[in-house]
């Protein structure tokens, strides 16, 4: 019997790997500033504070380490009849949206992202658990993969 989870009919897509460049700087960021904290909080003389240096510094290791994974995991196939989107490592979370139901997609682009030439496509259906976000995909391929959802999902409503 096949696993039904790895879709063996067609190859994933895969986000940029620009991604990881993107992901990392906002490890660097966010898990600079705890550990700068940390520091600030140790020149009040609290003892306690070395653990939040240690714990920040841990978990700056770490999620720079799974980076590279984290973002491997990324993918989408463009099916007959839907969209099938995976991400996640050890919660893996695969989502297949039927184009007919699709009634929103949305390209978005924050400043990193079009510093790198990257953008986030998202797509709507009515059921809110059913929000799909891709991001690191190149703004070309974005609003290329938005124009062809925009136009099966039209083409997939009027069949209704």
Known sequence: MPNRLELPEQEWRRVSPKLMISELIGTVVFWGLGIVAGFVLLSFEWEWAIWL???????????AALTSRRVRAYGYQLREDDLVFRRGIMFL??????????????????????????SE????????????????????????????????????????
């Open 53 to 63: 240096v240690v714990g920040a510094a841990a978990c700056f290791v770490v999620n």
């Open 93 to 118: 979370r695969i989502v297949a949206v039927p184009y007919g139901r699709m009634q929103l997609v949305d390209i978005t682009r924050g400043p990193l992202s079009r510093a790198l030439g990257l």
């Open 121 to 160: 496509l998202k797509f709507v259906t009515a059921a809110a658990s059913t929000a799909v976000t891709i991001p690191g995909l190149l703004e070309h391929d974005a609003e290329e993969l938005r124009d062809h959802l925009v136009r099966v999902a039209e083409s997939r409503r009027a069949g209704l």
